[in-house]
């Protein structure tokens, strides 16, 4: 957050962020690039998956795939039951 006469060093601000992406840049991602809403600089970033991480979603995915087949197949009608006569 930029006060006063900070804001004439907005440019200072963006170039400290860029380097901090840059530092940071093997442990995480840029989900939104830096940038200044009024007096505001702000970037974010997330962390990256580890192989693990990246493993698990796969396995997840697979499971979630088998159970839409085994759901999606077609099943036979129910039985009609037969109303007794009134």
């Keep these: 957050m930029f006060r006063g006469r900070e804001m004439t060093r907005t440019g ?3 170039q400290i962020l860029e380097r901090l992406i840059k530092d940071v840049e093997p442990h995480s991602i840029v989900e939104f690039r830096p940038r200044q809403e009024g007096n505001t600089l ?3 970033l997330a962390p990256k998956k580890t192989e ?3 493993e698990k979603d796969k396995q997840r995915e697979e499971k ?4 839409a087949q085994s ?3 077609p099943i036979a009608p129910p039985a009609q039951v037969a ?3 009134s």
């Design 42 to 44: 702000h970037a974010i």
């Design 71 to 73: 759901t999606s197949s």
């Design 12 to 14: 200072l601000g963006r």
């Design 83 to 85: 109303k007794p006569a």
């Design 64 to 67: 979630h795939k088998a159970a």
């Design 52 to 54: 693990k991480e990246r």
